[in-house]
């Protein structure tokens, strides 16, 4: 299957400071990617879904400004946890669906945060 | 999308045929079935997806009852990398943005 890659795949970093996060197709062109968040012992949470060369539509709830995300090319989508608090912390998951085929969607191994 | 039931946990051998349920009563006749699952401290990944007909890969099986409330996906021989936390989802094939909205899943565990 398709593949989707991350990096880094975990991350420290000191309260206040900002956190990029990548989030690649390797072998196909993805027009739409989405970011997930997971905390501990819970289900994944969609953030935004991300579009190739327009802004990224969020979900409720979640800030635009504090989570920005950049598709700027076909196989690249970039999440920014901006100012980043404790709270912050999480497993963030990115998604691309492969337009190829039907209806399916593939997931990235995922970058753990942790913001001390 | 349509809301999906699962049972919080199952338990199976190792080697056994592993049969976890979802029930979809309100899904609706555009509503692709898919299932993921998703092993410790990684992403999901994807297992199978179906309308109408049992579906069939090198992963699994996936049968969807004739009114389509309900499905089951088919484990043929579980292994203890089978553990798992999986996912049924439901997704409207006229949805544009593709997205995926996880519920809290079947936490699958295999015992050697």
């Known amino acids: 299957g398709a593949v989707v890659s991350q990096h880094p795949s975990r991350v420290i970093c000191k309260s206040g400071t900002s956190v990029k996060i990548e989030c690649r197709s390797l072998?196909?062109?993805?027009?739409?990617m989405f970011w997930y968040r997971q905390f501990p012992k819970q289900s994944l949470m969609l953030m935004a879904t991300s579009n190739e060369g327009s802004k990224a539509t969020y979900e409720q709830g979640v800030e635009k400004d504090k989570f920005l995300i950049n598709h700027a090319s076909l196989t690249l989508s970039t999440l920014t946890v901006t100012s980043a608090h404790p709270e912050d912390s999480s497993f963030y998951i990115c998604s691309a669906r492969d337009p190829s085929v039907t209806d399916t969607q593939y997931f990235g191994p995922g970058t753990r945060l942790t913001v001390l | 999308d349509a809301k999906t039931t699962q049972p919080n946990s199952m338990e199976s051998n190792e080697e056994e045929p592993v049969h976890l349920p979802c029930n979809h009563s309100?899904?609706?006749?555009?509503?692709?079935i898919h299932w993921y699952r998703q092993l410790p401290s990684q992403g999901p990944e994807y297992v199978i997806h179906g309308l109408t007909s049992n579906v069939n890969n090198r992963m699994a099986s996936l049968a969807i009852a004739e009114d389509r409330k309900s499905s089951t996906l088919i484990l043929h021989r579980a292994t203890l990398r089978d553990a798992a936390v999986y996912y049924c989802i439901l997704r409207d094939l006229g949805g544009s943005q593709g997205n995926l909205i996880f519920g809290k899943g079947t936490k699958l565990s295999v015992k050697p």
């Open positions: 309100t899904i609706s006749g555009t509503d692709y």
């Open positions: 072998d196909f062109q993805a027009t739409t």
